[in-house]
């Protein structure tokens, strides 16, 4: 088994061509998942890449290197906006998986349970994808994330970036976990909220995204509609808004308890959001 640990993007996306290697930013999931005395013919480690381990802001955005941290994303200067994806880096595992967990390996192990995916869908996030052989394209994250342990990536295609578009000024955010217990936990539910207010300090704008209750994340867009209008405080989350989710029974919760934590959880959300 070889380990390949390119400084250059050319470099890793050419030992990507012949779909052998195994590519690892962290290697937080892929090492824990493989089955004894099996593994690919080569990992390809892409943390030290020139351009993929900074965050860069312009008017065009903000730009997520792929191997970025959970821990430098903690530590980022950041708008409030991103405040949601600050409190689900605080989620990842322990401090010791912050440190060397990534942004880009989060959501390529496409989980239902990803801490970094509702605060991501919240921010509208898109996935920037380069092939030696097709150059460069962008996913919406939505698009991205096909279902468990599934995504759009190609054999040959490495995830170079997140890119975040420019948020409102005054936007705030704000990020919910339930768990079996308050740290090292996979999720039971997870919320993450993006609230803009106009001058009257009602909800001018609203993104709102649930994790851990469907085969990826989800948007809420019935939800987001009704918001317009309302106060963070006295906001109303019904059933009814809640059709794109489909929980499942587990060890975890059933069904029916994760709807309503879910519901119980987008209040708290907006109002935290909102303030």
């Known amino acids: 088994m ?26 937080t999931d892929v090492f824990p998942a493989m089955a004894r005395g099996k593994g690919p013919a080569a990992f390809l480690d892409v943390t030290r890449i020139a351009g993929l381990t900074s965050i860069t802001s312009d008017d065009g955005g903000t730009r997520i290197g792929a191997a970025v941290s959970w821990s430098a994303i903690v530590a980022a200067d950041l708008p409030p906006a991103f405040d949601a994806l600050k409190e689900a880096a605080r989620e990842v595992g322990s401090i010791q998986i912050q440190n060397a967990g990534t942004i880009a390996g989060n959501i390529c192990n496409a989980s239902p349970a990803a801490d970094g995916v509702p ?5 509208d996030a898109r996935v920037e994808i380069a092939s030696a052989d097709r150059g460069v394209r962008v996913l919406p994250l939505a698009d991205f994330l096909l279902g468990v342990r599934k995504t759009a990536l190609e054999a040959d295609e490495l995830v170079t970036a997140v890119l975040v578009p420019p948020q409102p000024d005054g936007m705030g955010s704000a990020f919910a976990k339930l ?66 989710l489909s929980p499942i029974d587990d060890v975890r919760g059933s069904a029916a308890y994760r709807l309503d934590v879910v519901q119980e959880q987008c209040r708290r959300a907006i109002q935290r959001a909102g303030r």
């Open 2 to 27: 070889a380990y390949l640990s390119p400084t250059e993007l050319t470099d890793a996306l050419a030992a990507l061509r012949d779909g052998q290697a195994k590519v690892i930013a962290g290697g």
């Open 119 to 123: 605060a991501l869908l919240a921010l």
């Open 179 to 244: 768990g079996s217990r308050r740290y090292l936990v996979i999720s039971i539910t997870m919320t993450a909220a993006n609230i803009l207010l106009d001058r009257e300090g009602a909800i001018a704008e609203a993104r709102i995204a649930v994790g851990a209750c469907s085969a990826v994340a989800r948007r809420l867009p019935d939800l987001e509609r009704a918001l317009i209008g309302q106060r963070p405080d006295a906001a109303d989350v019904l059933a009814e808004h809640l059709g794109p």
